[in-house]
């Protein structure tokens, strides 16, 4: 094992609050962890990932021109009015409907919001409690002298790449659009508005 995969192992076990381990009670950190979350803002900058591996993996580098942010977004489908009308409660239609964008990716474009001067590289999960749930997302200053002098950042200049997180052409934003292949995607395919939104 190298040094990701024992912090990969740690954060593991401080999310599924173990037990387990005789040294440390990671339940008591977890719970700690999200009490103090609570009172932070809904998007703040720090400093670096918690999660090193995956920021890693998603394409964060330790240099100028990166930013990590860390949003708090709410959990579950949203609020929906109840109808007026006379019917019975489970032909209400107040029940299992869902946004058309997954919450990752809500927490993307509330970064991006933030910091317009930046575009979204990935986000990846933290953390999250009964009512809500943190991302960190990574974000890059494509006008910055290093990034432009990278030949393998260089691509985040194209204009093809502004507003990329609106676009969904971030990691979570393909998955949301369905793209890939397999018989669960047929209908996402060319797109979904080739398919009466029948997709999502």
């Keep these: 094992m190298n040094g990701y995969d ?40 720090i400093d670096k990932p918690s999660n090193l591996p995956r920021a890693r993996s998603l394409g964060y580098k330790a240099k100028q021109g990166f930013v990590v942010v860390r949003v708090k977004i709410r959990k579950g489908a949203g609020l929906f009015e109840r109808k007026n009308a006379r019917r019975r409660p489970k032909r209400m239609a107040i029940h299992k409907i869902t946004r058309r964008i997954s919450i990752q990716r809500m927490a993307e474009q509330r970064a991006a919001a933030k910091y317009p001067n930046l575009e979204v590289l990935n986000s990846y999960f933290f953390a999250q409690d009964g009512k809500q749930k943190w991302f960190e997302v990574i974000l890059i200053d494509p006008s910055h002298p290093v990034i432009k002098s990278d030949p393998n950042l260089q691509w985040i200049q194209d204009s093809s790449h502004k507003g990329r997180t609106f676009k969904g052409k971030t990691s979570a ?27 999502k």
Excluded: W
């Design 173 to 199: 934003g393909q998955k949301n659009r369905g793209l890939g292949h397999g018989p669960k995607r047929s209908k996402n395919m060319p797109s979904l508005r080739a398919n009466n939104r029948l997709g």
């Design 6 to 45: 024992y912090i990969q192992e740690t954060l593991l076990k401080v999310n599924q609050g173990s037990k387990k381990d005789v040294n440390f009670n990671y339940n008591d950190l977890k719970r700690n962890r999200l009490i103090e979350l609570r009172t932070h803002e809904p998007v703040e900058k």
